[in-house]
């Protein structure tokens, strides 16, 4: 039986496509916990982006942040503006924020706390 390396190199290369593509895919997804925000809904103009600070004790925030299901986020999450650039990476133990960094989309840092 003759064995046919065209057909086999063809399969392999198929299936490792596809592969990349569930990858990457996966990769643009954002994170479980994650929302999107039109930057008119969390920007002030005198004072900036301060839609998180309810989130941070050490701002006196008295809001917890729960994942869909309910159970308080305890992970990092990443919001993002509808252009999918990010808005905000926070890190957050049992829906409260303890370190974050909040970006205009312009990809521009402009809050960096730590509340720890």
């Known amino acids: 039986m003759k064995t046919n390396y065209s057909d086999f190199f063809t399969f392999h290369l198929s299936l490792l496509a ?4 569930t990858l990457s895919g996966n990769l643009n997804a954002q994170s479980v916990g994650s929302q999107t925000h039109v930057f008119a809904m969390v920007y002030d103009s005198v004072y900036g982006i301060q839609f998180y600070d309810k989130y941070n004790p050490t701002l006196e925030g008295d809001s917890i942040r729960k994942y869909s299901d309910g159970h308080l986020c ?3 999450i990443e919001d993002h503006y ?4 990010i808005l905000h990476k926070g890190f957050y133990t049992n829906g409260k924020l303890t370190q974050y960094t909040n970006y205009y989309c312009c990809a521009i840092i402009i ?3 730590q509340t720890w």
């Open 82 to 85: 509808p252009n999918k650039q």
């Open 111 to 113: 809050v960096n706390h």
């Open 74 to 76: 305890n992970s990092l």
């Open 18 to 21: 596809c592969l990349l593509l």
